[in-house]
């Protein structure tokens, strides 16, 4: 079982090396383009959007991270911790969604 949890970390922080990578681009580099919908047509706001999807992006870069991480660290905890990061990540979603609207035209 500790092994399995601990390539389960792994994948896990691998994951969200990619998600923070993903994040500096559309964020600092403004690559809006590689945003999954992203339409130039409907953006309103360029800039803010990339802020938004960025910052958020990187926030859940972070987080996969730290699940990583205490997975690898702490494999009997992984059940309770995969439910945490579920229900974590579903309120994250939401909030994500709701507030890229604003850019959308």
């Not at 994948?11 to 994040?23: K, Q, V, Y």
């Not at 403004?30 to 959007?49: N, Q």
């Not at 999807?53 to 059940?79: E, K, R």
């Amino acid at each position: 079982m500790q092994s399995g949890c601990m390539v389960l970390g792994i994948i896990e922080m691998c994951a969200a090396g990619l998600l923070i990578f993903l994040a500096y681009l559309i964020k600092y580099k403004k690559r809006v383009e590689i945003i999954a919908g992203y339409d130039e047509r409907t953006c309103k706001d360029k800039d803010g959007l990339a802020n938004w999807i960025g910052g958020s992006l990187m926030i859940t870069g972070f987080i996969c991270l730290l699940l990583g991480i205490v997975a690898t660290l702490m494999p009997n905890h992984t059940d309770h911790m995969l439910i945490a990061f579920g229900i974590i990540v579903l309120l994250w979603v939401v909030i994500v969604n709701v507030g890229g609207r604003k850019y959308k035209g």
